[in-house]
């Protein structure tokens, strides 16, 4: 990309088609947010909602509203909401518990399918509570049934052999950025035989996903990135329509049965993509989330692509313009075609610098052991926004802040 004027960054804001979407979100009235690839903002509809749930529906309808408000059918209601966004058709997602839980639900259920096979691929990169749950199903079921194995990228399609039980993979690295060929390497692995799970934490509402069209098998994703469902916002389960009456899930709670009001001794699962519930729907949460969905009517996931590229190609030109960031290494694919929607930087001092900038209103993110990351959500930021980031960010190592005491104090979360 050439240079780029600040007419020219001003033009893209007055032509982007998503442009109003902006105001559908509470956000600071000072700074950039970008860190929707953590935790979304906070929807206007979304508040509403929780002020309607908790002030009307509990706290005068109370126990009447599992029908009245039709409490007792969110999970599918938010999973039929969430479908489109992840090109799934009718009855195959549900929004339930979290995405760790789903993965152990979904992980246990290509296993029973896949009685001779034990071994679970998966990139030696991918989030860590996704491997964690292998382990954790490893040690219910035993090595024999279940071996976790590890390989780099570019050793993947050499490693898809008739011994894999199960690929799991994270369609968006949540380091780098880096974006996986879903349809490539899905029919690769059905060639063999091996059923396949996608994580989709970093790609639902950031970018068109097209499961059915991939014939993908199994995936999971979170509520609280780029769906703004809210802190701990409930995830969901996608299985392919062609497995629901084959597969079985450990976790048999009351809401997974046929017949969950029957209250039978003897559990009989659901047939359906219900089977993947498990407890009491968390109400407040799931309404919240509901709520919050309400930000996609109308979206071309198209556009949200093309914007989120653009957006990540401005942000690249803008920072190799300055010559105070030549310390940043861009550690996302340089192709905006092979990234999501962030970009990753490394630098020794990642925190540090993070740290500073989120004191100057500028909010990213910081992961171990290095990694700087920016999250590029097209519904409510502006190319004005990115051009203030460079510059704040220019200005951070320039007067070299971040090496300032009070941005070098670790906390809790990063």
């Not at 259920?109 to 860590?128: D, H, K, M």
């Not at 380091?175 to 390497?185: A, K, W």
Request: net charge negative; hydrophobic share 40%.
């Amino acid at each position: 990309m050439s240079r780029v004027s600040e007419e020219q960054i001003t033009q893209w804001d007055l032509i982007d088609p998503l442009a109003d979407k902006r105001q559908l979100f509470k956000l600071p009235e000072k700074g950039v947010y970008l860190d929707g690839n953590s935790l979304g903002p906070m929807p206007f509809s979304a508040a509403e909602r929780a002020k309607e749930v908790l002030e009307h529906q509990w706290a005068s309808d109370l126990i009447t509203s599992w029908n009245k408000h039709g409490w007792i059918d969110l999970p599918t209601t938010v999973g039929e909401k969430i479908a489109p966004l992840i090109g799934a058709g009718p009855g195959q997602v549900i929004c339930c518990d979290s995405t760790s839980i789903n993965l152990f639900k979904v992980l246990s259920s290509a296993l029973s399918l896949q009685t001779s096979r034990s071994v679970v691929l998966s990139l030696a990169g991918n989030f860590p509570t996704d491997l964690y749950m292998v382990e954790g199903v490893a040690s219910l079921l035993g090595e024999d049934a279940c071996h976790l194995n590890l390989v780099c990228e570019d050793e993947l399609e050499e490693a898809l052999t008739s011994e894999v039980a199960v690929l799991m993979l994270t369609q968006v690295d949540f380091r780098s950025g880096r974006l996986l060929d879903m349809q490539r390497i899905t029919r690769q692995a059905h060639e063999q035989g091996i059923l396949v799970i996608w994580d989709l934490a970093h790609s639902a509402g950031a970018l068109p996903v097209r499961l059915d069209e991939c014939e993908v098998d199994f995936a999971v994703g979170c509520g609280y990135k780029y769906l703004n469902g809210g802190p701990g916002a409930p995830a969901f389960v996608y299985v392919a329509t062609q497995l629901q009456a084959r597969v079985s899930q450990p976790l048999k709670g009351w809401m997974g049965h046929k017949q969950p009001f029957a209250f039978s001794q003897s559990y009989a699962q659901s047939q359906s993509i219900t089977q993947y519930l498990c407890g009491t729907p968390s109400v407040v949460s799931m309404s919240v989330l509901d709520a919050a969905l309400s930000v996609f009517d109308d979206v071309d996931m198209q556009q949200v692509r093309e914007k989120s590229q653009a957006l990540g190609e401005l942000f690249i030109a803008l920072v190799e313009e300055e010559g105070e960031l030549t310390d940043l290494k861009l550690e996302s694919p340089k192709a905006p075609q092979d990234r999501g929607s962030q970009l990753a930087f490394s630098h020794e001092h990642a925190h540090g610098i993070c740290q500073a900038l989120i004191d100057k209103g500028v909010i990213a993110d910081f992961r171990a052991p290095n990694i700087l990351r920016f999250g590029l959500t097209p519904l409510y930021l502006r190319y004005q926004d990115i051009q203030d980031c460079v510059q704040t960010l220019t200005h951070i190592m320039e007067q070299k802040i971040y090496l300032q005491a009070q941005f070098n104090v670790q906390n809790k979360v990063t």
